[in-house]
């Protein structure tokens, strides 16, 4: 009985110091991990700007026209990054745009056109402008202006059409006006009937 009791508390504490062990080895391997991974995010984030200019991308912005015509489109063009030159491709012909203190330049296409700037360093805020008097919509907008940051796909799709967008304000303050005089005038009539007939 007593030999029987002192395997079982051998073997226990052989089991409990294995466990402990495990746990240990865990414990380390685990520790080794988190600051393998801390030494990762100090140094993706240290290296933020290295990695934006190592790695670039091309914005591409395509030009939609829905009707036939030729037309030149005038696009505004803002890139906040550190770069003031890129070279720009407008179908087989080579440009190059210089940003001026706003980070600014213009770039002009003809109807069904597109243009691809290159090398804008990845994760850039930009924005683009459409500076025409037609309608143009994005993504089911009516809006001419685009603002996003430059990923893995950079593509740009403006749809023109020919009819105008009225500011609806506007339109109200017409029909008003209108609705306002059609009343005077027959309100005028009226009144120069009554006093026709009075005076008779």
Request: charged residues 25%; negative net charge; aromatic residues 12%.
């Amino acid at each position: 009985m007593n030999k029987y009791f002192n395997t079982r508390l051998i073997l226990f504490l052989f089991l409990l110091g294995l466990l402990l062990y495990i746990n240990n080895i865990l414990d380390i391997k685990d520790q080794e991990y988190r600051e393998l991974q801390n030494k990762v995010y100090v140094k993706v984030n240290t290296n933020k700007e290295l990695i934006a200019d190592i790695f670039t991308i091309d914005l591409e912005v395509n030009n939609i026209q829905m009707y036939e015509e030729d037309n030149v489109y005038k696009y505004l063009i803002k890139i906040d990054s550190k770069e003031d030159i890129y070279k720009v491709l407008i179908g087989n012909k080579e440009e190059y745009i210089e940003l001026n203190d706003n980070k600014e330049a213009y770039v002009e296409i003809g109807s069904n056109e597109s243009f691809i700037i290159k090398d804008i360093p990845i994760d850039t805020k930009y924005s683009l402008v459409q500076e025409s008097r037609e309608v143009a919509s994005l993504d089911n907008s009516l809006t001419n202006v685009y603002e996003g940051v430059t990923n893995l796909d950079n593509k740009v799709y403006f749809y023109n059409t020919k009819n105008f967008i009225n500011n609806p304000n506007t339109d109200d303050r017409i029909v008003i006006i209108m609705v306002l005089f059609i009343i005077v005038v027959i309100l005028n009539g009226l009144l120069n009937k009554v006093k026709v007939r009075i005076y008779e």
